[in-house]
């Protein structure tokens, strides 16, 4: 990665960890759930099961700074495995300061950059029978993952989200996504995707307060051969989502180049 991404990776984390304290409030209601003695979420307990006996997922959850380095460092140690056409349009991207990211006209910001939003602003899982639904306080994003069976779509009507489906695999729950429009970005510092992009997702409920996530992207038409970006995130035991809003009185499109 060059050295403007680096700054524009760095300037990205700092900016929403600042941010945290202002996503998911409420007035002071606190989560139900295990205990320590002092009354506090007991974060370290057993995951909690579903009715089904598979782990329940459910609850608010963002991404630790702590996972976002990481990920981080795995960008600047040794790059991405990208398609010649790719990298040109990274290193175009990067000396436009990325101001042509979607976000900033107010469109999707397509996965996995929604997950990655989520160390800013938080993301609610419901589980149910058959399907998990997962909405994203950024942009007001959610997905619907179906785990009753059903196959990838063959001729999808391109999304900037995608298709999901998924199955459980041990305790873990792994997602599929396919179907998606070519538009969005991976990330703020611009790394490019297709209409190819293959996206698999391995969520492990560590304990009752920590999950990690295992994003693998398989895009071919940008990518020399798959690559996997790890977050761990925690559960944010007080408040919930609040609306976010960006279609109206913007302004930033007039200033990007």
């Known amino acids: 990665m060059s050295v403007p991404g680096i700054i524009l990776w760095l300037l990205t984390v700092f900016l929403s960890s600042w941010a945290v304290p202002l996503a998911a409030q409420w007035i002071d209601l606190p989560q139900s759930g295990p205990k320590t003695k002092d009354g506090a979420i007991d974060l370290k307990a ?18 630790d700074a702590k996972g976002f ?8 140690a040794g790059g991405l495995p990208m398609q010649l056409w ?11 300061g990325a101001g042509g990211v979607p976000t900033a006209r107010c469109l999707p ?9 989520t160390i800013a602003h ?6 149910q029978r058959g399907s998990i639904i997962m909405l994203y306080e950024y942009f007001g994003g959610f997905r619907q993952v179906y785990l009753d069976g059903r196959k990838p779509i063959k001729d999808p009507n391109p999304t900037w989200m995608g298709y999901s489906t998924g199955l459980w695999n041990g305790k873990d729950l ?10 969005i ?5 611009g790394h490019p995707a297709t209409d190819a ?14 999950m990690t996530v295992r994003m693998t992207i398989d895009d071919p038409q940008a990518y020399t051969k798959p690559w996997t970006a790890v977050v761990n995130m925690h559960l944010v035991t007080e408040g919930d989502l609040i609306e976010y809003v960006c279609n109206e009185n913007e302004r930033d499109t007039a200033h990007t180049r």
């Open 122 to 127: 938080p993301m609610k899982i419901i589980q």
């Open 174 to 183: 792994v997602v599929e996504t396919t179907g998606f429009n070519g538009r």
């Open 109 to 117: 910001p397509g996965i996995p950059m929604l997950i990655i939003g």
């Open 185 to 189: 970005w991976l990330d703020t510092a």
């Open 86 to 96: 790719a990298q040109a349009l990274l290193d175009e991207r990067q000396l436009t």
């Open 197 to 210: 992009l293959h996206l698999s997702e391995r969520f492990t409920r560590v304990d009752y307060g920590h």
């Open 69 to 76: 380095s990481e990920t981080l460092s795995d960008y600047v």
């Open 46 to 63: 057993p995951v909690p099961l579903a009715a089904d006996g598979e782990s329940d997922l459910s609850g608010l959850w963002a991404i």
